[in-house]
């Protein structure tokens, strides 16, 4: 058995794998069936990714099959269908036990902090972690982690009724937040530099406010345009860019919220007073999904309330890892979401 492991930044190696064969009271013996590829593995490949270490076995965008359980197991079953939450985290913090295993200090995020599932070996996680959608294909299932970090930075931002709400960042991140939008009472509107992107919103998702982000005044008209001059209630930048999340401010209502859940590494500025103070605005930041997340995403699954079909645009088998991953860092690749067939 193998495993893909990122060696260093831009190098990927096929290594050996045991099968794991016994597990603790409390774990699965898991086998993975596919993963999607995120902004996280191409942002660790490429050595960009903040909390990333070397080496590493990426894949946390998982769809599992279990193959054995602890004697204590009783929220999963062997043959059981399951996406992956892939926070591990120490149920006896503080704030885990506020109910923010999400951001738990010592969190390891499996195929980030720790080995994850590009493998074809079996491999053990904590029961715990496993999320059960017999009902769903494991590409469905692989989905459901990318999701659940657009729920919960919509959740961050609260939206009321008739608010706006602006997504800045058409990447999966931010079409994973207006999955959710589009099923909420609130207005949405998504700005993106890339036409294609804003033209997936509009035909698949039914958005119909866009904008092509070109400058902030131009981007600013625009926006007070859509909503009669009273800008955003609600912004979610996904851009993970420098620029936009130090100026998405002006595009903030009076006592409007910011949530950032893309991430960058540079360290951000903007001005207090003009804009941040006098609109009395929230800042918010937005880490992982919560466990409740993941069982909410699979039932609207089933549900067909969110298609996962439109989002998965590339496919690739386990073997062609090493020579073809790389081709996803490039944006003109034009993937929504690359599934690997692992098996």
Not at 250 to 264: E, Q, W
């Amino acid at each position: 058995m193998s495993a893909i492991q990122f060696t260093a930044p831009t190098e990927i190696n096929l290594i050996a794998c045991e099968d794991v064969t016994q597990c603790a009271a409390d774990e699965a013996i898991v086998r993975t069936h596919r993963m999607g590829i995120c902004g996280t593995d191409l942002s660790g490949y490429l050595g960009k990714m903040p909390f990333f270490s070397y080496p590493r076995i990426p894949g946390h965008e998982l769809g599992l099959e279990v193959l054995a359980v602890g004697e204590n197991v009783t929220n999963v079953r062997v043959g059981d269908r399951c996406s992956l939450e892939p926070y591990i985290n120490d149920p006896n913090s503080a704030t885990s036990l506020k109910g923010n295993s999400n951001c738990c200090p010592g969190v390891q995020v499996l195929g980030v902090h720790a080995n994850g599932g590009l493998r074809t070996s079996d491999w053990k996680v904590p029961a715990r972690k496993l999320h059960v959608g017999n009902a769903l294909s494991y590409e469905q299932l692989a989905l459901v982690e990318t999701l659940a970090i657009g729920l919960h930075a919509v959740n961050r931002g609260n939206p009321q009724p008739n608010e706006t709400v602006l997504v800045i960042g058409a990447g999966p991140i931010g079409l994973a937040c207006l999955e959710f939008l589009k099923l909420m009472d609130c207005r949405v509107i998504v700005m993106d530099m890339v036409q294609g992107r804003l033209d997936f919103c509009q035909k698949n998702l039914g958005i119909e406010g866009i904008i092509a982000s070109t400058d902030a005044d131009a981007n600013i008209k625009a926006l007070a345009d859509l909503t009669n001059g009273q800008l955003a209630d609600v912004i979610i930048d996904a851009t993970g860019s420098v620029n936009s999340m130090s100026t998405c401010f002006n595009y903030a209502a009076f006592t409007g919220r910011v949530v950032y859940v893309g991430i960058t590494t540079q360290e951000l500025s903007f001005p207090h007073a003009p804009v941040f103070h006098r609109r009395e605005l929230t800042l918010l930041a937005s880490r992982n999904a919560h466990p409740s997340d993941f069982p909410k995403i699979i039932q609207l699954i089933e549900e067909k309330k969110i298609n996962t079909d439109l989002w998965i645009t590339h496919r690739i088998t386990f073997d062609e890892v090493p020579e073809k991953f790389a081709q996803f860092t490039n944006p003109a690749m034009g993937a929504i979401k690359a599934i690997i067939e692992v098996r």
